[in-house]
């Protein structure tokens, strides 16, 4: 079994992507394949954001012209490495739900293609709200990124991390 976890940055909440990252790791917590890609936000950029994110993540460079080449990168990605794998996101509504009913809009996903289910581990009342407080809680270390915790592929990496050692715990009850 592997763990899918991906996560967007949002020209607001419920503004398109402008930064998608994923990491997929093995049961150990080996990661095996990562994703990050960015884009350029078309529309006017809102005032939290560029207070907030833009800055951090500065030195991510843009690799997609658009957001639509971007999400189609991603899917790709996805479909590469959804199978035999727990797909999750933490605090996956609007934002990372939003890029697979895009993505089946534009036409880039297929009708039984989206991750069924998508575990959302903001549901797990151990984990809750916050993963970084779940794995500081833990001590559970994320290696760090450019552009800190508004790096897609950390906050993949700290959902990864956090429901790994969730699973390990469960397990370890039964």
């Known amino acids: ?12 909440l419920w503004g398109k992507a402008f930064s998608i ?62 199978e035999n794998a727990d797909i999750i996101v933490h605090m996956g509504l609007p934002v990372e739900a939003r890029l697979f009913l895009d993505a089946h809009n534009l036409g880039y996903l297929g009708d039984w293609d989206a991750p069924y289910p998508l575990i959302d581990i903001s549901a797990f009342p151990e984990i809750g709200t916050s993963v970084d407080e779940y794995n500081r809680k833990n001590a559970l270390s994320v290696p760090e990124c450019e552009g800190g915790t508004h790096n897609p592929v950390y906050d993949s990496r700290a959902a990864a991390i956090a429901y790994s050692n969730w699973v390990q715990r469960r397990n370890e009850k039964c």
Not at 41 to 58: C, D, H, R
């Open 1 to 12: 079994m592997k763990i899918f976890s991906f996560d967007a940055e949002t020209n607001g």
């Open 21 to 82: 990252g994923a990491v997929v790791t093995d049961t150990s917590g080996q990661e095996i394949a990562s994703f990050i890609a960015r884009c350029p936000i078309t529309e006017e950029t809102n005032p939290w954001v560029a207070e907030n994110v833009l800055p951090q993540m500065e030195r991510i460079s843009e690799t997609h012209l658009n957001y639509e080449s971007m999400l189609k990168d991603f899917i790709s990605f996805y479909m590469e490495h959804k």
